[in-house]
């Protein structure tokens, strides 16, 4: 069975840095992309960027390129999204979500995380 | 950056119903055109890819068309687990984007 399991809930201060993670099992973990989506308090879903694991190929979406870093250690099947000075603003859900398999980045999203809800706060 | 648009923003339907839900692209994005649904603190789950795809265990009551730059999501007889948010996605170029949503509540 294909799972994608996220890191529990965070609660940081503003200029903090997160790691959060995205454990894949049931499937080869390094020929699946693995994205991550935002979606802040009530609205709907952004797509934030995209790893490769089998040779750590990224992708960011323009919004989000140099505000968060996409990563993945292929030895334990994980991939993180990290950030190295939190705003208020990042207060979301974040989900990981496993793309398509092979060479292109781009394709429909099969399998996803329950969701890592973090929240920024003074 | 290809700009998804949907419509409408709510739906009221009643149990049994058809829905059909708009999505629009502000340029060609061929098939590569997918559906999510989400609940309300659930994850979102793929119901269609390449624009009429069903994916894995979906019932046959929702089904996809459209190419190029008109998509459609119809739900032919609505449950009472239909209920949810529906998003289209393009992913014929990057970066990847969703509309913004059609809520399909109850009337």
């Known amino acids: 069975e294909v799972q994608l399991v996220q890191s529990g809930a965070e609660v940081k201060k503003p200029g903090e840095s997160l790691k959060i993670s995205c454990k894949g099992s049931?499937?080869?973990?390094?020929?699946?992309?693995i994205g991550w989506v935002r979606q802040m308090p009530g609205k709907g879903l952004e797509w934030m960027g995209i790893?490769?694991?089998?040779?750590?190929?990224?992708r960011y979406s323009p919004s989000f390129q140099g505000q968060v870093t996409i990563s993945a250690d292929k030895s334990i099947s994980t991939a993180y999204l990290q950030w190295s000075s939190l705003k208020a603003s990042d207060t979301a859900m974040y989900y990981c979500a496993r793309g398509p398999v092979g060479i292109a980045a781009a394709g429909p999203s099969d399998y996803w995380g329950q969701g890592t809800l973090v929240t920024v706060s003074s | 950056e290809i700009v998804m648009t949907q419509s409408p923003a709510t739906l009221s339907v009643s149990p049994g119903e058809r829905a059909t839900l708009s999505c629009r692209a502000s340029q060609s994005v061929s098939s590569n055109l997918a559906w999510y649904q989400q609940k309300p603190g659930q994850a979102p789950r793929l119901l269609i890819y390449g624009a009429s795809t069903r994916a894995t265990g979906i019932p046959a009551r929702f089904s996809g068309s459209g190419s190029g730059t008109e998509f459609t999501l119809t739900i032919s007889s609505l449950q009472s687990e239909d209920f949810a948010v529906y998003y289209c996605q393009q992913y014929n170029n990057w970066p990847l984007t969703f509309g913004p949503g059609t809520k399909v509540d109850i009337k």
């Open positions: 049931g499937y080869s973990f390094t020929s699946y992309w």
């Open positions: 790893i490769y694991p089998g040779d750590s190929d990224t």
